[in-house]
C-alpha cells in the first residue's frame, strides 16, 4: 500500500492472506527439541577464568539450556512467524487496537546509533539529540491535545491510566481532599479503568449508559459527590461513539470538586479534528502503538504518555525536559515532588522515535485525514453490514470503529465465537470480540485508515456471506471452524484446569496419572 | 432436607443447622467449563449476601455469596483438584461450602424449587 | 463511500462532536514531509548524540551494552514478528505463542525457578508488582527494600506504595554492608535484594532466604544484568520466592532506557498471584500441540477491579528479540558470555586499583565496580566524558544531595571493553587526578 502525500490508501486491496497447507507449514518443534546445551549460534572467543571475583558464589546448578546454531535458529524463528496473522499480512479489524501500518521509516530512523546506541545515564549534555527529540514529541502531543504538559515515562496505555490516576490522586490530596475515595467508570469501560482505579485504593462506581450507547450527563451529575475523587471517561467510547455530552460531563465533574481522567485509546478517531484539552479533560493517556504507529510487536511494547491540563501539570512524575541555557536538561529529581517516577531511566525512546517519526510524515494535515478516513471506512462497513447484522446504537453515526451485537445470530445457534472462527477461514482476522461488555456478544470492528475501499468491501461481502449462511442454518461451517488455520480450536479448558508453563524434559516429569 | 435457591442460583441444602452452598445446574451450565474455584477460609463469619467464593471458567470469573448468614465450617477441597465437579455434579458432590446457619429465618426468604424454576425459564 | 454510508461530507460523520469543538483551532505543527525530508530531520536529531560505540564505554548501572548478533534484529523485523497482535486469536498466532512458551522455559531455566510469564515492560516495575504479589500472598504488609536495590527501582516502588508506612528503604549500601537480616519480623511480606546489587557487590542470598523463611516471609530477587545468571548461582536454587529482572542485556540494545524487558518468575503455587500474561500449552480439536494465553481470569480484561494489576500490554517483540538470541547463545555460549565479562571486570578493576587517587570499593563482582575517586565524581565524569570516555554513572546522579556518594562512579565492563578502552580510561582518569 502506498501512503502517498494525499494519504489516502490506493492499493488493489488484499484479500485474505491467513495461509494453510501443511507442505508450508510444517509442525515446527520447541527450540528445546531441536537444540542441545553444546550448541551455540555465536561465536565468543574462549575465556579461562583462572580466578574469579564471585564470593563463593559461582553457580553450581544446571542450566540446562539448549542453543542453535544460526541456520537453525533462522529456519526456527522463520517457520514459527508464518504460524502468524500480521497487519502486514491482512486486515486486522480488532476494534480498540487500532491495527494501522506500521511503516518502515520508523523502524530505519530507531535503529540509527544516534538513537539505539545510547545508554539513558550518559551525561546529559553527550545526548541533546534524545532530548531535543523528546521535546518535539512532546509538542506535538500537547498541541495535538490541546493542554500543559505532559508525562512521556510511561511504558504502556494501562501504566499511562496509573501515572494519571496517581497524578489525580495527589491533586486532591494537596487540595486537602484525601478523603474522596471513588472513582466513576462507566460500565462500557475497558477493564484497565476499573483496575487502575482499584489498583490505587478507589472503589469503583459504575455509571450506566444510556439506551443509545453514550453517558448521559444526568447519570453523572446524580453520581457526583464530595467523595468522588474523578471520573475515567474513554471518549470516543468503547461503543465506538463520540459522547455528545462530554462537554457538560467535564464541567459537572469540575463543578463537584473532582478530575477528569480520559482513556485515549480511540484518539485515532479525533486526532488534528478534535482537540481532549478543549473538551474539559484533566489527564489522557495516548497509546502510541495505537494512533501513533509504532508496531504491536506480538503483544507489546508499547508506550503511554500522558497529556496533562494545567490543574495536574504540577503533578508530573520524573523526568522531565527543561530548557536551559545552554540547551536542554533532564530533570530526575524534584525536592517536593509528589509522584516521583514510575518508571526506571526516562521511558520508551525506541517508540518516541518512531512516532516522531510518524508524525513528521503526516505532519498536521495526515494526521487529520487520517483521523477522518478512520471514521469514514468504519461508517462504510457499518452502512454496508447495518441490514444483515444488528447495531445496538445506531442513533449516532459511528467514530473510527463500528459495534454489532449477536442479536441477528438468535436461533442460529451460531456465537459470535462461531462467527470469528468462521472468518479465520476466509482469510480474515476476527474483530474484537465480547467488547464491550454492555451488548450481548459483542464484535467491534475497527478497520483504520490504511484499508482501502477495496480491501473493505471484499471484506463486507465476506462478513454478509457469513451471516446470511448462519441465518440459513449452516452451522457446521461455524461451530467446526477454523479449518483451515495452523490449529484447530484449541482446549482453553485443559490449558486452565492443567497449567503447563514451560518445557519439561520426558524424563524430568512427574509420571501422569491417568 | 429442604433446598432453597437464590436470584443469584446459588442453592443451600439445610441439614439441621448446617446449609450445604453451592451453585445450580442452570449456573454451571451459563459459565462454561470451570477452571478454578477460590474457596473461603474455614471459620470466616459470612453475612447474607457477602462474597463467599470465586468461580472461574476460562473467560469469567464469578462471585458466589452466602444465601444467609453463618460460619463456614467445611469447603470441597475435592473442587481444588477437580473443578470440572462443578460442571459434572453441581448440585451433588460438586458442592461448594458448608455453613453453620446464623439465623434460620433468613431462609424463609429465599426462593423455593418451583420459584427458582420460573426465574430460569 | 459517502454515498453509501448517505452522509453528505465527512464532516456529517463526526455531527456528535460538539460544533465549536469541531475543527475550530488552527495547529502550530508543520503539514506533511516526504520520507527523505523526514530522514534528514531525524538523522540530525540522532547526529548530536554521542553513540557508546563512538569510544570508550563503560555505563552501566542498570543497562548493559552488549554486542546483539545480527541474526536477532533481521528476525525481529520480519512482518510477521513485528506486526502481529497480542495472540487472542490463538489459532492463527501459534508463532507468537509458540516463541512465549520457549520464553518463559528459558527464563525459568536461568532463574532456575518453576515458572515466569510472558514477560512485564520493564525490571523496575516488575520489582513493585512482585511486592505487591508478596503482601497478597503472605497478607502481611511490611516489605524491605535492600540499600543495594537501584535507586529507579526503589523510587517506582515508593510511587506505586504511595507515603506506605509499612514500606522501610534501607540507606544506600557502597561498601556491600547492610543489615537487612535484621529488619525481618513477624510482620514482614518480603525482603527485596537485588544481586549483582547497584554497586556491583554479590549478595547472599541463601542467608537472606533462609532468614525470611523463618519468619513467614518471602525473598524477592532483583537481576538487573541477566548475564550474570550464566555464572552466577541461581535464584531459585537458594530459595528466592520472586525473580524479577531486566532481560535488556540479551538481544535488546540499549535505546535510551526503553523499551526494556521485565522478567518474572517464582513458584508453581504462586501462580495465580504473578500478574502479567501466560502462555500455557494445550492440544487442538485434532489432538496435535498447541498453545494458548491461560490463566487469563487473574487479569484486568476478566477481573477488572479485582484483577491482580491493570497490566495489559507485555513486552512481546524484546520478548522475542531475548529468546532468539538466548536460543543462539544456549548454555555453552551463555555461560562463556559471562565469563568473559567477568574476565573484562576483572582487568578493569585491576588497572583502575593502579590509579593514584581511585580506590576500588568492591571484593566481589560480576561486571559492575564502584570506585571512590579523590575528586567529586560528576565533575570528573562530565570532563572525562568531553575527552571522548564514557567513564560510568556517578552514584550522586541517582542520589543527588547524599554526601556519602559524592565520589563514587559505578563502572561496567562487558564483552565489549577491549583493553584499549581501559587503557584510554586510565590514561584520562591519571590525567584529570594528577
Known amino acids: 500500500m502506498s501512503m502517498n502525500n494525499q494519504g489516502r490508501p490506493t492499493g488493489v486491496g488484499t484479500a485474505g492472506t491467513i495461509a494453510s497447507g501443511s507442505a508450508l507449514l510444517p509442525d515446527e518443534p520447541l527450540l528445546f527439541e531441536i537444540g542441545d546445551t553444546e550448541h551455540s549460534g555465536v561465536d565468543l572467543p574462549e575465556v579461562d577464568l583462572a580466578e574469579d571475583r564471585l564470593g563463593g558464589f559461582a553457580r553450581k546448578s544446571k542450566l540446562d539450556l539448549a542453543g542453535l546454531t544460526e541456520p537453525e535458529a533462522m529456519r526456527h524463528y522463520v517457520r514459527l512467524s508464518r504460524l502468524n496473522h500480521s497487519i502486514d499480512s491482512g486486515m486486522y479489524p480488532l476494534g480498540s487496537c487500532t491495527m494501522k501500518h506500521n511503516p518502515r521509516l520508523n523502524e530505519k530512523m530507531a535503529r540509527l546509533p544516534g538513537f539505539s546506541d545510547i545508554h539513558p545515564l550518559q551525561p546529559v549534555s553527550t545526548v541533546q539529540g534524545a532530548l531535543e527529540l523528546m521535546n518535539q514529541l512532546s509538542h506535538w502531543l500537547m498541541t495535538l491535545t490541546n493542554t500543559a504538559a505532559v508525562a512521556l515515562s510511561p511504558k504502556a496505555g494501562a501504566h499511562g491510566e496509573l501515572l494519571g490516576m496517581m497524578a489525580i490522586k495527589a491533586a486532591q490530596e494537596a487540595k486537602g481532599e484525601a478523603h474522596r475515595k471513588i472513582v466513576l467508570v462507566p460500565e462500557s469501560a475497558h477493564g484497565t479503568n476499573p483496575a487502575t482505579a482499584a489498583f490505587l485504593g478507589y472503589s469503583v462506581k459504575p455509571v450506566p449508559a444510556r439506551d443509545d450507547g453514550t453517558v ?60 481532549p484539552g478543549d473538551l474539559g ?44 541555557q545552554d540547551g536542554l536538561d533532564l530533570v530526575e529529581h524534584v525536592e517536593e515532588q509528589a509522584l516521583g517516577r514510575v518508571t526506571a531511566f526516562h521511558g520508551q525512546m525506541g517508540m518516541y522515535v518512531r512516532a516522531l517519526t510518524y508524525m513528521l510524515s503526516h505532519g498536521a494535515d495526515g494526521l487529520a485525514q487520517a483521523a477522518e478516513d478512520a471514521v469514514l471506512n468504519a461508517n462504510y462497513i457499518k452502512a454496508r453490514l447495518e441490514h444483515l447484522f444488528s447495531v445496538p446504537f445506531p442513533d449516532y453515526p459511528t467514530m473510527h470503529e463500528a459495534l454489532f451485537d449477536d442479536s441477528f445470530l438468535k436461533g442460529t445457534g451460531v456465537s459470535t465465537l462461531d462467527f470469528a472462527k468462521a472468518m479465520i477461514d476466509e482469510g480474515f482476522h476476527p474483530m474484537t470480540m465480547y467488547f464491550p461488555l454492555v451488548v450481548h456478544g459483542a464484535m467491534l470492528v475497527e ?35 477454523p479449518m483451515k488455520a495452523p490449529r484447530r480450536r484449541l482446549d482453553e479448558t485443559r490449558a486452565a484446569r492443567q497449567p503447563v508453563l514451560k518445557w519439561e524434559r520426558p524424563d524430568d516429569l512427574p509420571q501422569a496419572a491417568e | 432436607m429442604t433446598t432453597k435457591f437464590t436470584p443469584d442460583h446459588e442453592y443451600i441444602r439445610v441439614d439441621g443447622e448446617t446449609g450445604i452452598v453451592g451453585i445450580t445446574t442452570y449456573a454451571q451450565e451459563q459459565l462454561g467449563d470451570i477452571v478454578f474455584v477460590e474457596l473461603p477460609a474455614i471459620g470466616k ?7 463467599a467464593a470465586v468461580v472461574e471458567s476460562v ?37 461448594i461450602f458448608k455453613l453453620k446457619i446464623a439465623d434460620s429465618a433468613e431462609i424463609d426468604s429465599l426462593l423455593d424449587a418451583d420459584g427458582y424454576a420460573d426465574l430460569t425459564l | 463511500m459517502l454515498g453509501v454510508i448517505g452522509a453528505p461530507d465527512i464532516d456529517a460523520l463526526f455531527s456528535a462532536v460538539p460544533k465549536p469543538a469541531l475543527k475550530n483551532f488552527s495547529l502550530d505543527l508543520p503539514a506533511h514531509s516526504p520520507e527523505f525530508l523526514v530522514e534528514a530531520h531525524m538523522r540530525a536529531l540522532a547526529g548530536r548524540n554521542h553513540a557508546a560505540g563512538d569510544g570508550p564505554f563503560f555505563v552501566g548501572a542498570g543497562a548493559y551494552r552488549h554486542h546483539i548478533p545480527a541474526t536477532v534484529d533481521h528476525l525481529i523485523q520480519r512482518s510477521e514478528w513485528l506486526t502481529a497482535y497480542t495472540p487472542y486469536q490463538p489459532e492463527i498466532s501459534q508463532g507468537t505463542l509458540q516463541m512465549l512458551f520457549e520464553f518463559q522455559t528459558q527464563v525459568a531455566k536461568i532463574t532456575g525457578m518453576d515458572v515466569a510469564n510472558a514477560s512485564l515492560y520493564d525490571g523496575s516495575t516488575g520489582t513493585a508488582e512482585a511486592v505487591l504479589m508478596a503482601r497478597r500472598l503472605t497478607r502481611k504488609n511490611k516489605i524491605v527494600l535492600s540499600g543495594g536495590l537501584h535507586p529507579h527501582y526503589r523510587d517506582v516502588v515508593k510511587a506505586y506504595l504511595k507515603d506506605d508506612p509499612d514500606l522501610v528503604c534501607l540507606s544506600p549500601s557502597p561498601e556491600g554492608q547492610g543489615d537487612i537480616l535484621e529488619q525481618i519480623d513477624g510482620n514482614t511480606a518480603a525482603i527485596v535484594i537485588q544481586t549483582p546489587d547497584f554497586y556491583g557487590h554479590l549478595r547472599d542470598l541463601k542467608s537472606a532466604a533462609d532468614a525470611a523463611h523463618a519468619q513467614g ?127 573484562n571486570a576483572i ?13 576500588v570499593l568492591n571484593k566481589t563482582f560480576f561486571n559492575e565496580m564502584t570506585i571512590r575517586t579523590a575528586q567529586p565524581a560528576a565533575g570528573l565524569v562530565e570532563r572525562l566524558a568531553r575527552r571522548g570516555i564514557l567513564a560510568g554513572v556517578p552514584a550522586s546522579r541517582l542520589l543527588p544531595g547524599d554526601p556519602e556518594v559524592e565520589n563514587l562512579i559505578i563502572l561496567a565492563a562487558t564483552e565489549l571493553t577491549t583493553e584499549a578502552d581501559i587503557a584510554a580510561l586510565v590514561a584520562a582518569l591519571m590525567e584529570e587526578l594528577a
Open chain 1, 216 to 275: 448521559d450527563v444526568e447519570a453523572v451529575k446524580a453520581a457526583l459527590s464530595p467523595e468522588v475523587a474523578a471520573i475515567m471517561l474513554t471518549n470516543p467510547n468503547t461503543c465506538g461513539l463520540f459522547e455528545p455530552q462530554v462537554i457538560e460531563i467535564a464541567r459537572a465533574v469540575h463543578e463537584a470538586g473532582a478530575f477528569f481522567y480520559c482513556d485515549g485509546a480511540n484518539f485515532n478517531a479525533i486526532m488534528g479534528v478534535v482537540r
Open chain 1, 281 to 324: 479533560i484533566d489527564a489522557m493517556h495516548i497509546n502510541l502503538h495505537k494512533t501513533f504507529s509504532t508496531p504491536h510487536g506480538g503483544g507489546g511494547p508499547g508506550a503511554g504518555p500522558v497529556v496533562l491540563s494545567e490543574a495536574l501539570a504540577p503533578f508530573a512524575p520524573v523526568p522531565f525536559i527543561k530548557r536551559v
Open chain 1, 447 to 481: 478497520p483504520t485508515e490504511s484499508e482501502s475501499k477495496q480491501t473493505l468491501d471484499r471484506f463486507c461481502d465476506v462478513m454478509a456471506d457469513l451471516a446470511s449462511d448462519a441465518k440459513a442454518g449452516n452451522t457446521e461451517r461455524f461451530t467446526a471452524a
Open chain 2, 45 to 51: 463469619v459470612l453475612k447474607k449476601g457477602d462474597e
Open chain 2, 59 to 95: 473467560k469469567a470469573a464469578s462471585e458466589i455469596y452466602a444465601p444467609v448468614s453463618g460460619e463456614v465450617v467445611e469447603v470441597n477441597s475435592l473442587l481444588t483438584s477437580e473443578p470440572g465437579m462443578l460442571n459434572s455434579a453441581p448440585e451433588g458432590e460438586g458442592w
Open chain 3, 217 to 343: 516471609a518471602l525473598l524477592i530477587v532483583v537481576v538487573t544484568e541477566v548475564v550474570s545468571l550464566g555464572l552466577l548461582e541461581a535464584p531459585g536454587a537458594l530459595g528466592a520466592d520472586i525473580v524479577v529482572a531486566e532481560g535488556q542485556s540479551i538481544g535488546n540494545a540499549l535505546n535510551f532506557g526503553g523499551p526494556y524487558l521485565g522478567l518474572m518468575a517464582t513458584r508453581r503455587d504462586f501462580i495465580r498471584q504473578m500478574p502479567g500474561r501466560l502462555c500455557g500449552e494445550t492440544v487442538d480439536a485434532d489432538g496435535n500441540r498447541g498453545f494458548v494465553l491461560t490463566l487469563s481470569t487473574r487479569e484486568q480484561h476478566i477481573r477488572r477491579e479485582k484483577a491482580t494489576s491493570n497490566i495489559c500490554t507485555n513486552s512481546g517483540l524484546c520478548a522475542l528479540a531475548f529468546s532468539i538470541h538466548m536460543a543462539l547463545l544456549g548454555e555453552a555460549g551463555f555461560t562463556r558470555l559471562a565469563r568473559l565479562n567477568h574476565a
Open chain 3, 347 to 359: 582487568r578493569l578493576a585491576d588497572a583502575l586499583a593502579g590509579v593514584p587517587g581511585v580506590e
